[in-house]
């Protein structure tokens, strides 16, 4: 083999391993964010979403898979906690924080709204679970990001809710909004970074 590759010829590689599943299912995460205004960066992650969806929903449909999404957040330290910065960034009296999106802390949208965005599609999630039907998830995602964009000003609770009612006519609102304001703050992985976002 490496006679071939030092003779610049293509090589096939084919790895095979087991790893263990109880369950039969495999187990799998994503780490995202809802800015829609991060450039390629952003512009990737949304591409990724939408590319796996149909694919994500039928292997967890099928049950050979169990999805989990993940958002990163920051804190902002108490000693800055009540400056602007903090206060547009951030939630929880600064400890759930992103950066804002379009770096003016003054205009457009602000850190707060990613932060509450990532958390109402943690709260989409875990419903979802709750009512066996996870892979509402990647509706919710992939129409979110189409529909309720930054750059034309509907990136809203209320463009968020209709995106809902869309994927779900019978969900129910009540316990979504318990989600939002209690259960799953706790679930934001938070990076504790000295200086805050």
Not at 96 to 115: F, H, K, L, N, R
Not at 153 to 164: P, R
Request: charged residues 20%; glycine residues 6%.
């Amino acid at each position: 083999m490496k006679h071939n590759i030092h003779q610049g010829h293509d090589v096939l590689v084919t790895l095979a391993w087991g790893l263990p599943h109880p369950d039969e299912r495999v187990e799998w995460e994503l780490w995202t964010n809802s800015n829609d205004q991060c450039g390629v960066k952003c512009d990737q992650q949304a591409q990724f979403i939408k590319d796996m969806a149909f694919t994500a929903k039928s292997l967890e449909q099928d049950g050979y898979t169990m999805f989990q999404p993940h958002y990163i957040t920051w804190y902002c330290p108490p000693e800055y906690v009540e400056l602007p910065e903090c206060k547009g960034q951030c939630i929880n009296n600064g400890r759930y924080c992103c950066p804002d999106p379009d770096e003016d802390i003054t205009a457009g949208y602000s850190g707060s709204d990613v932060v509450l965005e990532n958390l109402r599609q943690l709260c989409v999630w875990q419903q979802a679970t709750d009512i066996q039907t996870p892979w509402l998830w990647w509706d919710y995602a992939v129409n979110f990001q189409d529909r309720c964009k930054m750059s034309t000003g509907n990136y809203t609770k209320e463009c968020a809710y209709d995106v809902i009612r869309g994927i779900d006519s019978t969900w129910d609102f009540t316990t979504f909004e318990h989600c939002i304001g209690n259960d799953m703050l706790s679930m934001i992985n938070t990076f504790d970074m000295p200086g805050g976002s």
